[in-house]
């Protein structure tokens, strides 16, 4: 059974920094796309990042280029998403999404790491 | 940007009726469209892919169609756990969310 377990979300101050980690299991983490999508309290969904399994290719949403960057550890099993210079419009709850690059949708879903942007 | 446009918003609904969503695209992407379902407290689910393939496990009361820039999610006859907010998506250049249709108990 695939599984996507985030972690690392918490309460930070305008322009600090948070590293965001995402546990898989379930399936060959290696040969598989990932992302990381956002909702904010209340509201629709947003994505932010993309990696690729076969080459380490990486996406970023314009709202957050320059500020995050999305890696991956094969031999852990985990995404990870460095957060910079962090705003309060990037208060939301986060989630890894095992990311299908043939069809471009998201399979499967973690349950999301919350964070808050706050002083 | 690719700009995703749900309709309606809200949609009141009773057990049994056909229940259809549209989601307009701000230019063609072709069949790059899936849709999913979130529930309160838990993450989007996939529905459909490819703008009209059923997802793995998806009950077959849920259909997807459209082209283009038009596409519309149908429940054939709506069931207690359909009641959810549903989320159109394109990926022709890079990713975005429609806003989101919420399907209440009418």
């Known amino acids: 059974e695939v599984q996507l377990l985030e972690s690392g979300g918490d309460l930070v101050q305008p322009g600090g920094s948070l590293r965001l980690s995402c546990a898989a299991s379930g399936f060959t983490f290696s040969s598989y796309d990932m992302s990381w999508v956002r909702q904010a309290p209340g509201k629709g969904l947003e994505w932010v990042s993309g990696?690729?399994?076969?080459?380490?290719?990486?996406y970023y949403a314009d709202s957050v280029k320059g500020r995050f960057t999305i890696s991956r550890d094969n031999s852990k099993n985990m995404l990870h998403l460095q957060m910079n210079a962090v705003r309060a419009e990037d208060t939301a709850l986060y989630y890894c999404?095992?990311?299908?690059?043939?069809?471009?949708?998201?399979?499967?879903w973690g349950q999301g790491t919350l964070v808050t942007v706050s002083s | 940007d690719i700009q995703m446009t749900q309709s309606p918003s809200t949609l009141s609904a009773s057990v049994g009726d056909r229940v259809t969503i549209t989601c307009r695209a701000s230019q063609s992407i072709s069949s790059w469209l899936a849709w999913y379902q979130q529930k309160p407290g838990t993450a989007p689910k996939l529905l459909i892919y490819?703008?009209?393939t059923l997802e793995s496990g998806v009950p077959s009361r849920f259909r997807g169609s459209g082209f283009g820039t038009d596409f519309t999610l149908t429940i054939s006859s709506l069931q207690p756990d359909d009641f959810a907010t549903y989320y159109c998506?394109?990926?022709?250049?890079?990713?975005?969310f429609g806003q989101g249709t919420k399907v209440e108990i009418k």
């Open positions: 490819e703008a009209s």
């Open positions: 998506q394109q990926y022709n250049t890079y990713w975005t």
């Open positions: 999404a095992k990311w299908r690059y043939s069809s471009g949708d998201f399979d499967c």
């Open positions: 990696i690729r399994g076969s080459d380490d290719n990486t």
